[in-house]
């Protein structure tokens, strides 16, 4: 018998489908303003979120809020930068599907746009998130999630960060040291459909 | 390693080792206070917390009454998805899986985010006796691993070691300052070094905080970003998970993922909660699932510490762990859970462990899947007071249920002890099978027995 095998047969009576899957249902309280749940848990984590009221002018506000990065790498379209210009980059553009107003996070999936490792590479994050897309908790925010395409995703809530050394929080353990929201109006460029609504 | 496996942990004696630096001790108790207390208001922060744990509960319940089944479904949707699924009966056969993966793609070079499981089952040593070299990239993991200690807290790593301690390590590792013992400058530090390791490294090992039968699919979280930058670079990534980290599916990780950081740390979610379910193009991605000790414990009446999703938060309310330091459990995991978990595995070694606790019982209550962790320690003691060590307490508990039955040889030695106990030198009250004296002072008798007290009320009522 292989390990497969010998640690089902260990398993006994636990092998049997379940009949029904009672999936617990929680009533989750809605937020009045979920927008403004989202930029107070955002700040909570560590990170900033900005409104911008034209898109017109989000590159300049981008820049402006960073103070002037020299090297930056915008993920709107599609790249695919080097190991080399990943270091060294100081400002990494990237598109979040949807926010999560309880915890400040958004749901990133960098798919085939752009290199998973740049997401923790860049010294900064600029995060663009249509100001609509943002859902009360997470529970709604996996009803949203479809893994069918998915390869890699994440939850991002603010910087990378560590308070290993005598409980200290220190923000840019590993990745961003810092990640701003850049909360944008919805235009016809945003993409924010989930998949399941395009079906 | 395998030559203290049997050897009797003590833990009241480890604990006074912990406790010979009063200030550090005190510090340790604070800091998880602290811990606490921001694990309580986030809690307070969500309405529906306490369906959030009942439903936590019975979704890990629901898992492993049916685990053999989600196991299967899992494995079958995860090799779809490209993700190589191995089976290890054991630390043993974990350890030598791993080995052998490193060694046919050729990598020497390892960078790990956290695992408890890797730690469970001795990865580290055995990979670098094969000229493996492993990075724990965890900051508080990293500061242990270069100090050669080991990890106090599941989520805290180094929180027994103070700032200082931290510059004197980093000063002699990473060449840093040391005279600056600053927590930003230190982890500046440690950046850059890591930084490095990332970009060498040849495969990076992670652990999993949730597995998705359904979708086949793993999600790992972090604050600092380790597990994806690590995965993220080179093109090997070995997965290692316990059996008992599936679910069913990604529509329960809404309860898991807003229970999960709050309990542990006071968050609202981690820094990073990243979703697994492809290999990078043109990388490999492997998968083990390990039992060691799995399967029986999901056999036995202790199935229920199978739920623990590894948060510590019932370590850092515990006033016995906040006091006496996770080495002083002599095991990977500490604390509550840790305790339960060890008398599992083995009664005698852990024996001291069920007795480091004084059944306040908060660890349940803060328990984000609800598991009756007093009651389990409660009754381990029914099995571990049975070793040699304990003969004398035992003897001495006998003695005083023979003397509680007798009510009238109860009341002559009472009444002879408190004549006695103050006369008597200290050296032969303190004698070295006055076990319970060994560690408390004895009480100063009453000049009145409550028995006398009421004898003599009694008869003054009667005369009135």
Known sequence: MNAKQIILSRLGGHRTPPAEYPRPAIRTRPFDDPVQAFIDALRT???????????????????????DPAN??????????????????????????????????????????????????????????PCEAIVPTMHEAYE????????????????????????ALVLGAHGAMTLKVFLTPISGQSDFISPKEKQ | MRSEESKFVDHFRNAEEFLKDPEQARWHDRALWFVRQKRDTAAASVPEWEEL?????????????????????????????????????????????V?????????????????????????????????????????????????????SHIVLPAIHLRKEQVAEIFSSHLHTDPSNADPSYLTRAAREHLRRKFLEADAAITGVNFALAEEGAFVVCTNEGNADLGTALPDLHIACMGLEKLIPSARDLGVFTRLLARSATGQAITAYTSHFRRPKPGGKLYLILVDD??????????????????????????PVYRRSGGHSYGTVVPGPIGSALAGTRDPGRYASLPFACSLCASCDLVCPVRIDLHQHLLDERQQTIRVPEYRGKVRGLKAAAFLLRHPRLYRQSIAALRWLLPRLPRSLIYNRFNLWGREREMPSPAPRSFSELYQARQGADNER
């Open chain 2, 99 to 151: 080995a052998e993966i490193l060694q046919r793609h050729g990598a020497s070079r390892v960078v790990k985010s956290k695992s408890m499981l890797t730690e469970e089952c001795g990865l580290n040593p055995h990979l670098e006796a094969r000229g493996i070299e492993v990075t724990d990239t965890d900051l508080g993991e990293r500061i242990v691993q270069l100090a050669g200690d080991r990890p």
């Open chain 2, 53 to 97: 744990r009942r439903a936590a509960e019975t979704i890990k319940a629901h898992t492993l009454e049916h685990l053999g089944y989600y196991l299967e479904r899992f494995e079958e949707r995860a090799q779809a998805n490209g993700i190589e699924v191995l089976w290890a009966e054991d630390a043993a056969e974990f350890r030598r899986l």
């Open chain 1, 72 to 129: 930056i790498i915008d993920t709107r379209t599609p790249v695919s930068p080097t190991l080399e210009t990943m270091e060294r980059c100081d400002l990494a553009i990237v598109e979040a599907a949807f926010g999560v107003a309880e915890n400040g996070a958004v749901w990133i999936d960098p798919a085939e746009r752009y290199p998973r490792a740049l997401l923790t590479l860049a010294r900064s994050l600029a995060i663009l998130l």
């Open chain 1, 144 to 167: 949203r999630l479809d893994f069918d395409e998915l390869a890699y995703g994440l939850f991002m809530a603010g910087p990378s960060k560590t308070a290993d050394i005598e409980q």
């Open chain 2, 293 to 318: 000790g799995r399967s029986a414990l999901l056999q036995s009446s202790r199935r229920e510490l199978l739920s623990c999703i590894r948060c510590g938060a019932c370590m850092n309310t515990c």
């Open chain 1, 45 to 67: 984590a560590g990170g900033e979120a900005l409104f911008v009221e034209d898109t017109a002018s989000l590159d300049t506000e981008i820049i402006r809020a960073f103070d």
